[in-house]
């Protein structure tokens, strides 16, 4: 049986099943002279590339969103009553 490659590309998409290491997943998170996304260090894809700052305003907009989305509760403010809403025919 052939070896599977562990490592690679397919329609221009990386991957990589090699076994992750410390160094290898710091090194793929910061890399300074890359840009927004880099390869994964496991897995299929791309990540965000912390040296670069695009990737911080991304982090920072997604964690708003959260964060408003949270503390949302439906647009109804939790003092008012409900409302009785009457239709005639």
Same mark, same amino acid.
């Given at each position: 049986?052939? /070896? =599977?490659?562990?490592? $690679?590309?397919?329609?221009?998409?990386? #991957?990589?099943?090699?076994?992750?290491?410390?160094?290898?997943?710091? =090194?793929? #998170?910061?890399?300074?002279? @890359?840009?927004?996304?880099?390869? =994964?260090?496991?897995?299929?894809? #791309?990540?965000?590339?912390? &040296?670069?700052?695009?990737?911080?305003?991304?982090? &920072?907009?997604?964690?708003?969103?959260?964060?408003?989305?949270?503390? /949302? @509760? $439906?647009? &109804? @403010? &939790?003092?008012? /009553?409900?409302?009785?809403?009457?239709?005639? /025919?």
């Amino acid at each position: 049986m052939a /070896d =599977k490659p562990s490592s $690679g590309e397919i329609f221009g998409i990386p #991957y990589n099943f090699e076994r992750p290491s410390i160094s290898r997943m710091l =090194k793929s #998170y910061w890399q300074p002279g @890359d840009g927004m996304l880099v390869e =994964k260090p496991f897995g299929i894809g #791309y990540t965000l590339n912390l &040296a670069n700052w695009r990737s911080w305003l991304v982090l &920072a907009v997604v964690g708003a969103l959260l964060w408003n989305e949270r503390g /949302d @509760d $439906g647009g &109804a @403010d &939790a003092d008012e /009553d409900p409302v009785e809403v009457v239709v005639e /025919d």
